[in-house]
Structure formats: C-alpha cells, structure tokens
C-alpha cells in the first residue's frame, strides 16, 4: 500500500512528525529526559562515548524492548550513510554519544511491515522507537 507515494513498510520518518511531546510525559520531564548526558559533534567523540556505553547493556525502552550494542555494530551508528541519512549531521552524533538515555526514553508507537525487497529471514518485525533529544536549544524527535 502506498501513502503520498510511499510504500507503508517505508513510513517510519513521517510517522514521526505526528509524534507529540505530551506522549512521554509533562513538559518539565520531557525536558528531563531530552537533556543529553553527554557531547559530541563529531565521529570520534561519538564512538568514544559509544565504546564505553555498549558494556552497560542491555537497554530497555518505555516499550519494554530490550536491546544490546554489540561492539561490532558501533560503527554502523555513526558510519557516513547512517549519518547522511540523518537530518543532522551533528545532531546524529549527539544522539549516537546519547543512544542509552535515548533508549531508556524511547517508545514504539507503531508497527511497520518488513521491507518486500529485502531478504527478511530471521526477522520477526521492523521495529522503530523515537526519544525526545534536546539540540539546538529546541526538543527534537529522534528514531
């Protein structure tokens, strides 16, 4: 099924922008939880930060779903084409030096389908969580 000339599967970033603050709380914890822990505007910085959160797993989302970093994965996070997928450069650094507290924020309002194009053996389902993230002096929504 398409929507605005976009398959369902493929939804998840204009999903995102009908996400309203109030869905995780009262402005003041919102802005709580969006404060990141940490810095970073810049590759290094990030997986520096990402190196020493990764033995801290597992992590638990709002959503009850639980994650681990595996150290062989941390690359991807901050690797060019997950970074220029992004709508900020900088801002996906913060968010990967953040990705614990981002995490233990994050809920998972939707279901999406598996990619049909894709091989999808061994998946059971496409997850997507989305976390509150300050940047820029503003709350963003991250995924």
């Known amino acids: 099924m398409k929507i605005n000339n976009i398959e369902a599967w493929n939804m ?11 869905q995780w709380g009262s402005p003041e914890e919102v802005r709580a939880m969006a404060t990141p822990a940490r810095q970073a505007n810049n590759r290094r910085t990030a997986m520096d930060y990402l ?9 638990t989302s709002q959503s009850g779903l639980s994650a681990r970093l595996p150290m062989r994965s941390l690359g991807k996070i901050v ?8 709508f900020c450069p900088e801002a996906h650094y913060l968010a990967a030096a953040n990705i614990d507290k981002l995490y233990l924020n994050a809920i998972e309002p939707w279901e999406f389908e598996l990619n049909p194009n894709k091989d999808n053996t061994g998946l059971k389902a496409r997850r997507y969580l989305y976390a509150p993230m300050e940047f820029r ?7």
């Open 79 to 86: 690797s060019h084409a997950a970074v220029t997928n992004s």
């Open 137 to 143: 002096g503003k709350i963003v929504v991250v995924k």
């Open 12 to 22: 998840s970033r204009e999903k995102a922008q009908e996400l309203r603050l109030e």
């Open 51 to 59: 190196k020493e959160i990764a033995p801290n797993g597992p992590f």
